[in-house]
Nanobody
Framework: QVQLVESGGGLVQPGGSLRLSCAAS????????MRWYRQAPGKQRELVAG???????NYEEFVKGRFTISRDNAKNTVTLQMNTLKPEDTAVYYCNAVHIASANNYWGQGTQVTVSS
């Protein structure tokens, strides 16, 4: 059974930091590209950042310079370090795994990030 379990969300003040983690099980993690998405209330889910199975990263413009995605293939985890958080970063953050060949993909249950003073 495939599971993606996110953790690390919470309430933080503007300008603060959070580190999200996603632990994967039931998949051959090293042959999956990993992505973080987010969905704010009343808005569509949007891509935040991605990392390929070999570690190549990409970021949406609105998080460049503030967020860092990384992965540990030995531990089957992907993390999202979020710095200089803004109120508009408030959303539920989802981990997504996409097989490099078949494009089969899986989602975590999400973790809430709230940026507020």
């Amino acid at each position: 059974q495939v599971q993606l379990v996110e953790s690390g969300g919470g309430l933080v003040q503007p300008g603060g930091s959070l580190r999200l983690s996603c632990a994967a099980s039931g998949i051959a993690f090293s042959i999956y590209n990993m992505r973080w998405y987010r969905q704010a209330p009343g808005k569509q889910r949007e891509l935040v950042a991605g990392i390929t199975n070999i570690g190549r990263t990409n970021y949406e413009e609105f998080v460049k310079g503030r967020f860092t995605i990384s992965r540990d293939n030995a531990k089957n985890t992907v993390t999202l370090q979020m710095n200089t958080l803004k109120p508009e970063d408030t959303a539920v953050y989802y981990c997504n795994a996409v097989h490099i060949a078949s494009a089969n993909n899986y989602w975590g249950q999400g973790t809430q990030v709230t940026v507020s003073s």
